[in-house]
C-alpha cells in the first residue's frame, strides 16, 4: 500500500493551508519514462468515483487504479538534501532504479 511519512504529511498539510486547498485529497501519479525509469506527480484534486482512496498519516490520498502496480509498495517522505534544502521523495521498490537510502 502507498504511505506518506509524517514529515511528508506535515508538508502536504502546509501546502494545502498555503494553497486554499485545505480539505482536498492529494492525486498521485505515476509516468514510466523510457528508460524504465518512474517520474511521480502530486497535486491537490477532487476524487473521481473510479479512484483509489487511502488515508495514510491524516492525508487522504487518490489514484487511477491503474497506478496500483507502480505505487504499491511505495513511500513519499520530505527530507532534508546534502545541500540543506527540503524536498518530497519517492522510495519506491518497484521503481527499477531506486537505490534504498542508506541507513547510519
Not at 514510466?32 to 491537490?44: A, Q, R, V, W
Request: net charge negative; hydrophobic share 40%.
Amino acid at each position: 500500500m502507498f504511505t506518506i511519512t509524517p514529515a511528508a504529511a506535515k508538508q502536504i498539510k502546509i501546502a494545502a493551508e498555503q494553497g486554499g486547498t485545505e480539505g482536498m485529497a492529494l492525486r498521485m501519479a505515476v509516468r514510466e519514462n523510457k528508460d524504465g525509469s518512474f517520474s511521480y506527480h502530486m497535486g491537490f484534486d477532487e476524487p473521481a468515483d473510479t479512484d483509489k482512496r487511502i488515508q495514510t498519516e491524516g492525508v487522504e490520498v487518490i489514484m487511477d487504479p491503474s497506478f496500483d502496480k507502480y505505487l504499491d509498495e511505495c513511500v513519499l517522505d520530505f527530507v532534508e538534501l546534502d545541500d540543506g534544502s527540503w524536498q518530497f521523495v519517492f522510495l519506491n521498490p518497484a521503481d527499477p532504479h531506486y537505490v534504498p537510502p542508506k541507513v547510519n
